[in-house]
């Protein structure tokens, strides 16, 4: 049987190429932007391009924060994409203090403008960069079937800093600045890259999801 | 630190990827989809498309293109040509586009790219500049596919449409396009210097030294390249192996 998996549509973004991936991979796949489906879901995605307070209206204006708070609960596997992820954590610092969903502690602030050299860097950081995945943390989760070292695509202007190490999943290494790049808490995870756009090596990523 | 990105770079006209020679003569390649399919599993690190003739006719034709292509290749995908709103940029995001490349409008009217900033985030938001050489050091910003100066100086432009919210600039040398004479360096390194956001080299790639020069000496970020892969003349994993072999920090596949 197909696995099924909800992606809510929010009104952020390209959410097309986020369903063409889980399709490829064999999935089934669901928009939604109601309380109900959320509920009913079995593996729940939350995409999203743009800033923080954006996201969060989005959501907002929807009444979807809490169900997918109710959702997180439930220990069914979900997956934050890049400003996906951010909302994931309890606050960002984009444009003012903004609050997230708080599902894994920690906070979004700017990536440092330099590196860690002191020079200025380019930002947004945006490119094909190597996650760097946690040995200890990477057993059974979306990481199963990805080595360390392999490249995914990245476009971000703020970065996540959660408050455990053991959130990290995987970091990777911008100008000697660690950039997270995954984070995870039971069977919430987030990534700061598009496994969508990352070619076979997201896809694979995407797949892993799949078998939880 | 990221990689310096190789992306291939596809001009659209009505059906057909064309190709031409400092944006004129073009000459009809065949069915971008195919190309683009060709450099997705070749590992192409991004695709750019590009319709040669919108500005002329007002409007973008590539949605179906991209919504085909979309399909079956996942790696971002920028789209350009005949951009001229928000509503323009959504229905090519809804399409499947990551993010819009947008030259003639953006001069026009400089608010557009605040606009798309805002809306969408500035990481969708490229700024295509078609720079023509006046004299040492100075080079004027094209629109309609490099016919029309717009007396802007192209450095001096790059930097507002920075401050105005682009994330990215994709900077054509029309001189060098389609020449394989090489990029433009003084060009890129100028513009790539004066702003903190990253800059694609476009129009000039006959080998893979160019692409070497344009990264050292130019500071490109990124590397966009047509002739070249579009003629077969060299495939992408050579060209990524060239760059690997000197030291070029470039993706390993």
């Given at each position: 049987m197909k696995p099924v998996v909800t992606i809510i549509d929010y009104?952020?973004?390209?959410i097309f190429s986020v369903c063409r991936a889980f399709e490829h991979c064999g999935a089934e796949v669901r928009l939604c932007d109601s309380e109900r489906e959320i509920l009913q879901a079995e593996r729940l995605v939350l995409p999203g391009v743009g800033a923080f307070a954006d996201g969060m209206a989005g959501l907002r204006s929807r009444n979807l924060i809490e169900p997918i708070n109710q959702f997180a609960g439930t220990g069914r596997p979900f997956l934050g994409i890049c400003l996906g992820m951010q909302m994931l954590?309890?606050?960002?610092?984009?444009?003012g203090l903004q609050q997230g969903l708080?599902?894994?502690p920690g906070k979004v602030v700017a990536i440092p403008s330099t590196g860690d050299n002191g020079v200025p860097h380019k930002i947004p950081h945006i490119g094909w960069n190597e996650l760097l995945i946690s040995e200890t943390n990477r057993?059974?989760?979306?990481?199963?079937?990805t080595s360390s070292g392999s490249a995914v695509y990245f476009v971000h202007s703020f970065h996540v800093v959660p408050k455990?190490?053991?959130?990290?999943?995987a970091d990777c290494d911008y100008n000697g600045r660690m950039i997270c790049a995954a984070v995870r808490s039971d069977s919430i995870y987030g990534c700061q890259f598009h496994p969508e756009k990352s070619g076979e090596i997201g896809l694979t990523i995407i797949k892993s999801f799949l078998d939880k | 630190m990221p990689n310096i990105r190789l992306i291939a770079r596809l001009d659209i006209k009505g059906p057909n990827l064309i190709k031409g020679v400092q944006l004129e003569g073009l000459r009809v390649m065949g069915d971008p989809e195919e190309f683009a399919t060709r450099y997705y599993h070749q590992g192409a690190d991004e695709l750019i498309y590009m319709d040669v003739v919108a500005s002329l006719y007002g409007r973008n034709n590539l949605t179906e293109i991209v919504r085909h292509s979309a399909q079956n290749i996942f790696i971002p995908l920028t789209v350009g040509g005949g951009v001229r709103s928000t509503d323009d940029v959504n229905a090519l995001l809804r399409a499947g586009a990551d993010k819009v490349a947008i030259n003639t409008a953006a001069i026009k009217r400089p608010g557009l790219i605040q606009e798309v900033a805002r809306r969408?985030?500035?990481?969708c938001m490229v700024l295509s500049i078609e720079a023509k050489k006046v004299s040492e050091g100075k080079w004027e910003a094209y629109t309609d596919n490099g016919r029309?100066?717009?007396?802007?100086d192209v450095v001096e432009w790059a930097m507002r449409g920075c401050e105005l919210g682009a994330g990215e600039i994709m900077l054509t040398s029309v001189d060098q396009?389609?020449?394989?004479?090489?990029?433009d360096c003084d060009l890129v390194r100028s513009v790539a210097t004066a702003v903190p956001i990253p800059v694609i080299a476009s129009g000039g790639?006959?080998?893979?030294e160019h692409m070497v020069e344009v990264v050292?000496?130019?500071?490109?970020d990124a590397v966009a390249m047509a002739d070249i892969l579009h003629y077969k003349r060299m495939e992408l994993p050579e060209i990524r192996a060239a760059g690997l072999d000197v030291g070029l920090h470039v993706r390993h596949l």
């Open positions: 009104g952020v973004g390209n954590m309890e606050s960002s610092e984009e444009f708080g599902l894994i057993v059974g989760t979306i990481f199963d079937n455990f190490s053991q959130s990290r999943l | 969408f985030g500035s990481q029309e100066p717009s007396g802007l396009e389609g020449t394989r004479r090489g990029f790639m006959g080998m893979t050292k000496a130019g500071c490109a």
